[in-house]
């Protein structure tokens, strides 16, 4: 029996040690994977259900992963590899999200997604091939027409691509010109006769391998002349201007001729596009010209870049010519790495502007780049807009507020696959008012241009592979929020004691900023115009009753917005009444009534000090008081203004004393005693 027993706690201790060190096993293990939930917000913290969650960076052997928010705004993963991820949000109606985030563990992050500029419309055009838009004109007799190229129609593996449409982005009719290899269309210029000149290249005709096109169409889209320019090389078109004789000036890039390996190419033709006279410009280095634009006088100036001249291994390349095409000065901007010269317009004030790309400057590998510069080409300013990854701008517009208008890409991680529309808007300064991404989950790309339509929005041309078959054409119309404004007085008070009020300001004008403001107490008389601030001291007219204070916002465009405010001014003290003087006994319940009291907009309270160490609130109240003293009882009362008034009233509290009672009791007695003997003699008498 004893054995058996011992047999039975051995086994059972045996099995307890192995348990435990299962246990221990268990606990030591340690699985590789970890959970993650997104969760997608909007700026005043309200979930988004329904935006799609793509992951662009992922840790090595961690497949990618995608998602949609639920009802809940969460897109959930349980089994991801730890380490860094980068995701992007999309989501109709909103401005792309983007997010770096390091996961070691299973936790939530937050995306934030911010409302786009109104989208008034966006369409997609081309077939099951690529098709883009490179460049975009408004003609004179209302719509758009634009140029790119396309392989999902036409005669060879690419060809010339041109669209018209309406002013809501509808096609009219759509053309494709080329041979039999390809051809781009580059850049488009409306003419005189409501047709269109294109500059692109071709290597279906011509001498070289690829060579300058130059093509002419009527209103219609029909063809009227083409010409090819070039040498052995390839040549390429970029940008053509019209000329103040009817011809045209052509300027790019050409390896057939000039001092380097590639020099910028500049080509003057008659109304025929019959070649007039050539010149090219540059160094020993490769050189090209991508933008052209007329001067103030009769010539031109030319943007590109440069690898002969700068201090950088390429530099943006601004060359003033005159009517013949003979050099007048050539400036250069940029830095110690890589800066290009995309686009260059002329400006309001007699000098230019140059969007492109910068490598020297700027918070990413590669940014996108604004420089103003004179009429003589010195610099006044540069800018810089980007963030982490790689943005560039392809084209920049005066607005008519005096700022500029800029479309590209942006691509915030630096991938090859997910870039997006890229449009700023500016002040005249070059200072960001705004920064809007447009685009899906692929590449997308506003390297068409951007125009400022009628209606104050804004249009851009590119081409995306969200949307469509492969990768098409795109236009994308948007419109700026509107400019709103506000004011409080006091900060929403509702009453003043005094005409000396705080007016708190604010006024937003995304598209060409608040510049001054004015005053008014009845829209009639107004104060000076005034610098923009967001704080004023302001005086009301005297006299209590409701006071409206109008200001008037000028935005940088001069439109006016107007907003009132009002308060009630009661300047005017209430009166107190406490009642009347009062004589009572210790221990007795004394009421108080301040109904007498009275304010011209009500009293909001009352207080009562009643000399004792003690207080009551309201307009009756009662107290008591437990010694025998004479009391000043002061009433303080105010109204919603904040004035106030006080009375004042006496109380005597007197106490019943002991020799008094004494007294009563004695002179009780005696009579009492006095009427028992009174009885007892005339009890005798009987």
Excluded at 185 to 207: K, M, P
Excluded at 271 to 287: C, F, H, P, Q, V
Excluded at 308 to 313: A, D, N
Aim: glycine share 14%; with cysteine; proline share 2%.
């Amino acid at each position: 029996m004893e054995r058996k027993a011992v047999f039975g706690t051995v086994l059972f201790l045996l099995i307890l040690s192995m348990a435990a060190s299962f246990v221990k096993e268990c606990l030591a293990y340690s699985s590789p994977y970890v959970g993650l939930s997104i969760s997608v917000i909007d700026s005043s913290f309200n979930s988004i259900s329904g935006a799609t969650v793509v992951s662009t960076s992922v840790p090595p052997g961690q497949s990618a992963l995608r998602g949609t928010t639920n009802e809940e705004g969460y897109a959930k993963w349980y089994d991801i590899l730890p380490g860094s991820y980068a995701f992007e949000v999309y989501k109709d109606g909103y401005e792309p999200g983007r997010m770096l985030a390091t996961i070691q563990e299973t936790q939530i992050v937050h995306i934030f997604l911010g409302k786009e500029n109104s989208i008034d419309w966006q369409k997609n055009y081309g077939g099951t091939g690529d098709d883009a838009l490179f460049s975009i004109q408004k003609p004179a007799d209302g719509g758009y027409i634009a140029v790119g190229g396309t392989s999902s129609s036409g005669e060879g593996g690419l060809d010339v691509y041109v669209i018209r449409i309406d002013s809501d982005g509808n096609k009219l009719w759509q053309k494709t010109y080329g041979g039999a290899k390809d051809d781009w269309g580059v850049f488009i210029r409306c003419t005189s006769d409501n047709g269109s000149i294109i500059v692109g290249y071709t290597e279906s005709f011509g001498a070289g391998a690829s060579d300058v096109f130059l093509l002419k169409i009527d209103a219609e889209g029909n063809k009227q002349w083409q010409k090819t320019f070039g040498g052995t090389k390839d040549d390429l078109g970029w940008s053509v201007e019209l000329a103040s004789d009817g011809g045209y000036v052509l300027v790019g890039e050409t390896y057939s001729y000039g001092e380097g390996g590639m020099d910028v190419y500049l080509i003057k033709t008659d109304s025929n596009g019959n070649k007039l006279w050539e010149r090219t410009y540059g160094g020993a280095e490769d050189d090209s010209g991508k933008s052209i634009t007329k001067t103030s006088g009769d010539g031109y100036v030319i943007v590109g870049w440069t690898m002969s001249f700068g201090e950088g291994s390429n530099d943006v390349f601004l060359i003033r010519i005159d009517s013949e095409g003979n050099e007048l000065w050539h400036r250069t901007y940029g830095g110690y790495d890589g800066d290009l010269g995309a686009s260059i317009k002329k400006t309001s004030d007699g000098g230019y502007i140059i969007a492109g790309t910068t490598y020297s400057f700027g918070a990413g590998e590669i940014d996108a780049f604004l420089v103003k510069v004179d009429g003589e080409g010195n610099k006044q300013w540069q800018k810089t807009f980007g963030d982490k990854g790689d943005d560039g701008f392809e084209d920049a517009q005066q607005t008519s507020d005096g700022g500029y208008i800029l479309a590209g890409l942006t691509d915030w991680f630096g991938g090859e696959e997910s870039s997006d529309i890229y449009l700023v808007k500016t002040d005249s300064d070059g200072n960001a008012q705004w920064v809007k991404r447009y685009g899906g989950e692929k590449e997308d790309n506003g390297r068409g241009g951007v125009l400022q339509t009628s209606d104050g929005g804004y249009l851009v041309a590119g081409y995306t592979y969200s949307l469509g078959e492969g990768g098409d054409a795109y236009l994308l119309h948007v419109t700026p929020p509107p400019p709103t404004g506000s004011i409080s007085i006091n900060n929403g008070a509702t009453y003043t004691n005094t005409t000396s009020v705080i007016l708190t300001l604010s006024a937003t004008d995304v598209t060409s900023g608040i510049a001054e403001m004015r005053f008014s107490n009845d829209n009639s008389t107004w104060s000076e115009w005034e610098t923009y601030s967001t704080s004023k001291t302001w005086a009301l007219t005297t006299g209590d009753g409701t006071k409206s204070v109008t200001v008037q916002y000028k935005t940088k465009a001069d439109l006016i917005l107007a907003y009132s405010d009002s308060i009630i001014l009661d300047a005017t003290s209430p009166t107190a009444n406490a009642g009347q003087d009062q004589t009572v006994n210790v221990g007795t319940t004394v009421s108080f009534d301040a109904t007498a009291s009275g304010d011209n907009f009500g009293i909001v309270s009352y207080e009562w000090n009643f000399d004792d160490g003690t207080s009551g609130t309201g307009n009756t109240t009662t107290h008591t008081y437990a010694k025998p003293n004479t009391y000043t009882v002061t009433l303080t009362v105010k109204d919603a203004a904040g004035n106030t008034a006080t009375d004042v009233i006496m109380v005597t509290v007197v106490s019943v004393g002991v020799p008094l009672l004494l007294i009563v009791g004695g002179v009780m007695v005696i009579i009492l005693i006095v009427a028992i003997v009174a009885i007892l003699l005339w009890k005798k008498r009987k």
